[in-house]
């Protein structure tokens, strides 16, 4: 988890490599909708032009299969999911029918200032449509209304660890596998 900018997809590849496991992010599933042209990227297209969230209904749907799916093929590292407390309570819901469960929910904490500069250098690199200076300050806003309190039901279920992920991306990635060390010893 963490804010727009944060590195869950950089860190999500590096662990996925390195854990042999599925790098499951909704952001890169929905654009890959968006680019084919589907009836589920037409109807979330502009929602995400705009940075707000697609629905909790829309989103549970597209994960719920995937998510499963790895968990029978050896685990997985979701990245940008769940982002509202309905979708943690609804992915409990799903984990527990097939016996699953998060082994360490991982918050990657960086300041605003460097989040914006991060999402524009990859709005010159990539031109993703979402990176634009008005749809990023939205995206850190919905993320701070409606993500940000997620910290506190990860905290009380004891599965969260907050990461400095200001560092370079090796520096982050170490810290990640040392958290991820700390929690589940091999
Ligand atoms: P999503 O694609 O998940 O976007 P996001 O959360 O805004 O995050 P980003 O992908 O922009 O950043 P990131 O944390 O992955 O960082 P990255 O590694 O790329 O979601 C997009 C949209 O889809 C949402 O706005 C919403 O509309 C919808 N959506 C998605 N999930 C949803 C859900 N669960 N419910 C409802 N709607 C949902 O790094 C960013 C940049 O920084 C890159 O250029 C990278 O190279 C660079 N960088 C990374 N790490 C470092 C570092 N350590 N130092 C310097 N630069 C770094
Ligand atoms: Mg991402």
Redesign the pocket.
């Known amino acids: 988890m963490?804010?727009?900018?944060?590195?869950?997809?950089?860190?999500g590849a590096l662990l996925a490599k390195d854990l042999g496991i599925e790098h499951i992010?909704?952001?890169?599933l929905?654009?890959a909708e968006v680019d084919a042209g589907t009836s589920l990227g037409r109807q979330v297209a502009a929602?995400?032009q705009a940075?707000?969230?697609?629905s909790?209904d829309l989103?549970t749907e597209l994960m719920a299969p995937k998510v499963t799916k790895a968990a029978q093929n050896g685990g997985y590292i979701l990245?940008?999911?769940?982002?509202?407390l309905m979708?943690a309570v609804s992915a409990r819901q799903t984990a527990d029918e097939f016996n699953v469960d998060a082994d360490i929910v991982i918050w990657?904490d960086v300041s605003p200032q460097a989040l914006i500069a991060?999402?524009a250098?990859?709005a010159g690199?990539q031109g993703r449509a979402?990176d634009t200076a008005e749809t990023i300050s939205r995206?850190l806003q919905?993320y701070e209304e409606a993500t940000r309190p997620l910290l506190d039901y990860y905290q009380g279920r004891g599965l969260l660890a907050t990461v400095d992920?200001s560092?370079?991306?090796s520096d982050?990635h170490a810290a990640v596998m040392a958290a991820i060390g700390q929690r589940l010893p091999a």
């Open positions: 963490g804010p727009p900018g944060s590195g869950k997809g950089t860190q992010a909704v952001g890169d929905l654009r929602t995400m940075g707000d969230l697609i909790d989103i990245d940008g999911f769940p982002r509202t979708q990657l991060r999402l250098g990859r690199e979402d995206r919905v992920a560092g370079d991306t982050v």
